[in-house]
């Protein structure tokens, strides 16, 4: 790029004082040059690569020098990405604040790294070759450890899993034409709660994982797992699992975690598990959806947990066991109902804010005001009012609005948008389906979107 703008050396200067230097300028170490092994699909590497390493400086080290090098870059491999320096700020005498505060107003903004690596290179000006050959003889032989990055690894990797088991498919995959295999969910909804009928995702991850890591047991990858996260894991998957995956998404999950509302907090104020806890897949989502988890799964699970409490008072046993048990079931039982109740306001008002009337008041009523272009249209604006508000969500108009109905109602495990996005989402549907509405009676559009 400079050669082709022929800036001068004052205007690259400029320019590397804002952005960095390039990973790839900085200075080979003598001994820790050589060029990896190339993936089997690089049969050799471009020539602009082979004369770029070239002429690339190349610098001796003493054996001191090494070390030292070695101890910095074990330390920054064991922080893990994105940890601060503290020389950044404490060597200048500036404080924390002072430092980025300097950086947000332009200082220096470098270009952000892709890779670890790429990072590692940065910060400790040496050449990404010779900075992996150093992790590399550090990892095998002293046995280097950065546990930030296992962790990242680990959890991507089950994440992925997840959604593979949700029937999940990236674009890569659907351009390809790749099918859905037989092993993931059918309906979009994979219970975490016991007692559903069906497989629970810890069950479909065990059984996934005998595939997924070839040459470890279940057991043993359960127990890294572990060792690696911190709490074992069927916890991340009912905890951890849903907060990374809103943050990965940037907002936008595809994997939604609904559960029901513990009525009563646990010993000594912890938090109680919820009685009923599930996956639902974004792809997968229809008018059905919700009805096919209150009759496929909330209540068989609630008529299971009545029948159980019916023995139980039934029986003579009054040991702790036996009361416990049935102080819980009672519980669970009037949890479910509560979130049954919810499920079902949902799906009658999922969509209704105070401008819905507003918005729709003195449309037409013809047959562009059909729900699916299959049923008739509303006869009167009571119908067509009932008919908008009720939780009939198209996908097409995005994560935001279809989700924003769920978490207004509390039955996201955690929330995914910001309070006053909320009905600002659900709003946002309301006019676009109107305005949808209107366009198409001016001939402008041929047919509603969500009639497809």
């Known amino acids: 790029m400079f050669k082709a703008y022929r800036l001068d050396k004052e205007d690259v200067a400029a320019v590397l004082a804002e952005t960095g230097i390039p990973s790839g300028w900085y200075p080979l170490i003598n001994d820790y040059e050589a060029i990896p092994s190339l993936p089997d699909n690089l049969q050799r590497l471009p020539d602009e690569v082979v004369t770029l390493l070239a002429g690339c400086e190349r610098r001796a080290c003493s054996e001191a020098e090494l070390g030292h090098i070695r101890n910095k870059l074990l330390s920054l491999y064991e922080a893990g990405p994105g940890a601060k320096e503290e020389?950044?700020?404490?060597?200048?005498?500036?404080?924390?604040?002072?430092?980025?505060?300097?950086?947000?107003?332009?200082?220096?903004?470098?270009?952000?790294t892709e890779t670890f690596l790429e990072e590692l290179s940065q910060k400790m000006n040496i050449h990404p070759i010779s900075i992996y050959w150093l992790l590399k003889e550090g990892i095998e032989e002293n046995g280097w450890r950065c546990l930030p990055e296992e962790k990242r690894i680990l959890e991507d990797r089950f994440t992925v899993l997840v959604l593979k088991l949700l029937g999940h498919r990236w674009p890569a995959q659907i351009e390809q034409g790749e099918p859905v295999p037989e092993w993931a969910d059918q309906d979009g909804i994979i219970p975490l709660t016991e007692g559903c009928?069906?497989?629970?995702?810890?069950?479909?991850?065990?059984?996934?994982?005998?595939?997924?890591?070839?040459?470890?047991?279940?057991?043993?990858?359960?127990?890294?797992?572990?060792?690696?996260?911190?709490?074992?894991?069927?916890?991340?998957?009912?905890?951890?699992?849903?907060?990374?995956?809103?943050?990965q998404f940037r907002k936008r999950p595809i994997a939604w975690h609904i559960q029901s509302k513990p009525l009563s907090k646990g010993l000594k104020g912890q938090k109680k598990s919820p009685a009923f806890?599930?996956?639902?897949?974004?792809?997968?989502?229809?008018?059905?959806?919700?009805?096919?988890?209150?009759?496929?799964?909330?209540?068989?699970?609630?008529?299971?947990?009545?029948?159980?409490?019916?023995?139980?008072?039934?029986?003579?046993?009054?040991?702790?066991?036996?009361?416990?048990?049935?102080?819980?079931?009672?519980?669970?039982?009037?949890?479910?109902?509560?979130?049954?109740?919810?499920?079902?306001?949902?799906?009658?008002?999922?969509?209704?804010?105070?401008?819905?009337?507003?918005?729709?008041?003195?449309?037409?009523?013809?047959?562009?005001?059909?729900?699916?272009?299959?049923?008739p249209p509303p006869v009167n604006t009571d119908s067509f009012y009932n008919q908008e508000k009720a939780y009939f969500p198209d996908i097409n108009d995005g994560v935001r609005v279809n989700i924003a109905p769920l978490q207004r109602a509390g039955l996201l495990a955690l929330n995914v948008l910001s309070q006053k996005d909320v009905v600002k989402a659900i709003e946002n549907r309301a006019e676009w389906r109107a305005d949808e509405r209107r366009w198409f009676r001016e001939g402008k559009l041929t047919k509603p979107g969500w009639w497809d």
């Not at 690696?228 to 905890?239: E, I």
Request: charged share 35%.
């Open 197 to 247: 009928g069906e497989k629970t995702l810890i069950e479909r991850i065990r059984e996934r994982s005998v595939h997924e890591f070839p040459a470890e047991t279940v057991t043993r990858v359960e127990r890294r797992f572990a060792e690696v996260v911190g709490k074992p894991l069927d916890a991340w998957l009912s905890g951890d699992f849903f907060k990374r995956h809103i943050s």
């Open 87 to 112: 020389s950044n700020w404490s060597e200048s005498g500036d404080s924390r604040e002072d430092f980025e505060e300097q950086t947000a107003a332009g200082a220096l903004i470098p270009i952000p």
């Open 277 to 375: 806890s599930c996956l639902i897949y974004y792809h997968k989502l229809d008018a059905d959806l919700i009805h096919k988890i209150r009759s496929q799964y909330v209540r068989p699970l609630m008529t299971r947990y009545e029948t159980e409490l019916r023995t139980l008072q039934g029986s003579d046993s009054e040991s702790n066991d036996v009361v416990g048990r049935k102080y819980q079931l009672e519980n669970w039982i009037e949890e479910l109902m509560s979130f049954d109740e919810e499920l079902e306001k949902l799906t009658q008002d999922g969509f209704n804010t105070e401008k819905l009337r507003k918005t729709i008041g003195g449309e037409q009523l013809d047959k562009w005001s059909s729900l699916d272009g299959q049923k």
